[in-house]
């Protein structure tokens, strides 16, 4: 943890919402693993979800305007193409129309409803507006700000999505400095937000797991201000700094 900030320096808090917010790690592989054992696919889950997770990558930065569900749909073809399988139109969109399947973490909501009595909340999420629409009511908490991958044009790690939230939290009245921005994915948040001066929290869900599962590698390893194993931890630290 840094020690020359605190959580109580902060006015806003900005959040990517899956793999954080949303276990979509379970939500992709309920559809990635049927699908496998139905084609004698022999990948393990963690298998699965690493070699989706570079296909689902390649596909954003292929087709920054593209809407989400397209890109489940053609990443869930690929995925197939890569292990010799033939995906068919049901299995595709099977995956294109799972998102508002997507569970949230169970200590998500909690913590959320938490922090907004603290801060701003802002969502800078990696999906359509509709998406993400399916899992807010999972969430149930009321977000100051949402900036989707269809309102940027582009996917994270890519810097423009950073500055519209850098600019989104300025339009809010929110002074530099006062942003915080916490994920779980390196390669997606952590490494673009530094790469901006921005202070991070890493919310470390795989800590138990090896391998990096849904997200690809960072391209180098980045170092967050705070790491905390859940959210229920972050927002624990968050009100314990408060009320000192």
Request: hydrophobic share 45%; glycine share 6%.
């Amino acid at each position: 943890m840094s020690c020359q900030m605190q959580l109580t320096d902060f006015d806003a808090v900005s959040f990517d919402c899956y793999g954080t917010l949303i276990d979509w790690e379970a939500g992709i592989g309920a559809v990635l693993g049927p699908w496998a054992s139905a084609h004698g696919v022999t990948a393990t889950s963690e298998e699965l979800l690493e070699r989706y997770a570079q296909i689902e990558a390649r596909w954003e930065a292929e087709q920054p305007a593209a809407l989400y569900p397209d890109i489940l749909d053609a990443a869930m073809r690929s995925l197939g193409a890569s292990l010799g399988v033939d995906v068919s139109a049901a299995e595709s969109e099977r995956l294109a129309t799972s998102v508002g399947d997507w569970p949230a973490f169970p200590d998500s909501p909690a913590a959320l409803r938490a922090l907004s009595q603290q801060y701003k909340l802002v969502i800078l999420s990696n999906v359509d507006r509709a998406s993400f629409a399916m899992s807010n009511a999972r969430l149930g908490v009321h977000f100051d700000a949402i900036i989707t991958a269809q309102d940027v044009g582009s996917y994270k790690p890519t810097l423009k999505n950073f500055e519209v939230l850098v600019e989104a939290v300025r339009a809010m009245g929110v002074e530099d400095g006062r942003l915080l921005h916490v994920a779980q994915s390196l390669f997606h948040d952590h490494v673009p937000a530094r790469s901006l001066g921005l202070p991070t929290v890493w919310i470390d869900r795989r800590r138990a797991r090896h391998g990096w599962g849904a997200t690809p590698p960072p391209p180098e390893t980045p170092t967050p201000d705070w790491t905390f194993p859940s959210m229920a931890g972050f927002a624990a630290a968050c009100h314990s700094e408060q009320n000192e």
